[in-house]
């Protein structure tokens, strides 16, 4: 619920931005309409065509996430197999690699004359949430073993600085080996690859044991509040920021001082949306939690 009255109001205005204000538009032309309305904007997204706030593919998988995890949940303790959920999670983790396998052969027959650009490989392979469940299956599977496998969960947590410096030990290996961000073997063994070594962070960081689990930062909860905000409209606020400060100042768009500018407006931008949108239908949700308790 948190994130129902947390995403969607600022998602809706900054889709209502990008419609009404085409200045704020980054690139040449936006997907249909309907198809920010309905979240599959990153199924057949063209980035070679439209690709004004593509990184709304993430978007809609996690929305996707939101919508299917409690229909399956619910199916699996009317069938009785939640006890199997993470053979189950294992299972789907392993037929995402042989699904990108099948489309690769599908999509890039080695005997025909085949599109290899990027923008048709992030159309097939790095958008559609069939390909990107590596990462919430790894999730999920983290928050199985921490809920319901309360045992098991102790004695691992023990470890966290250890998870921690492997997923950053793989991460490096990882980064390095799958250099070629659209080739088959980045596209097939990349994906699960890269989630494993960002579920050892994670692990290494929801650990108690671990310095991660026990740093206090103002600079990062700040980062991680405002993170949201930044991600849904930094395109279009870098391309205003360069468009009006290379033309009116004449500051080089490429330039560290136009980073450095681009930086602080767009933070500034998401800290006055948290204010403005997102903390209200917070307040909005709570009220709405403290009615019901109340009622109960």
Not at 26 to 55: R, V
Request: with cysteine.
């Amino acid at each position: 619920m948190k994130r129902f009255f947390r995403i969607l109001p600022l998602y809706f205005l900054v889709v209502g931005i990008y419609f009404l204000v085409p200045y704020f538009r980054e690139k040449e032309a936006l997907a249909p309409f309907w198809k920010f309305l309905t979240f599959t904007a990153n199924f057949g997204l063209e980035s070679s065509h439209f690709g004004t706030f593509s990184h709304v593919w993430s978007l809609c998988v996690e929305e996707h996430f939101y919508l299917l995890l409690p229909l399956i949940l619910t199916c699996l303790v009317f069938k009785n197999l939640l006890s199997k959920s993470l053979w189950i999670l294992i299972t789907l983790f392993i037929l995402g690699i042989f699904l990108r396998m099948y489309l690769w052969q599908h999509i890039y027959p080695s005997n025909t004359m085949v599109d290899a650009s990027l923008a048709n490989w992030l159309q097939h392979f790095y958008y559609p949430t069939y390909n990107r469940l590596d990462g919430l299956l790894v999730g999920v599977g983290i928050a199985f073993i921490q809920v319901f496998k309360p045992n098991f969960w102790l004695s691992i947590s023990k470890f966290g600085n250890y998870f921690t410096l492997l997923g950053l030990i793989l991460m490096v290996i990882i980064f390095g080996y799958f250099s070629d961000l659209a080739s088959y073997i980045t596209s097939v063994w990349g994906f699960p690859l890269i989630t494993v070594a960002y579920g050892f962070l994670v692990m290494g960081a929801i650990c108690p044991s671990s310095f991660l689990y026990q740093w206090q930062s103002k600079l990062t909860t700040l980062i991680a509040t405002l993170s949201y905000a930044v991600y849904l409209f930094h395109k279009g606020i870098f391309h205003i920021v360069q468009q009006v400060f290379s033309e009116y100042v004449h500051i080089d768009s490429k330039g560290n001082l136009m980073l450095v500018l681009c930086l602080v407006i767009c933070f500034t931008g998401a800290w006055i949306l948290h204010i403005g949108v997102e903390k209200p239908f917070l307040n909005i949700r709570n009220k709405i939690i403290k009615k019901s308790v109340s009622k109960s």
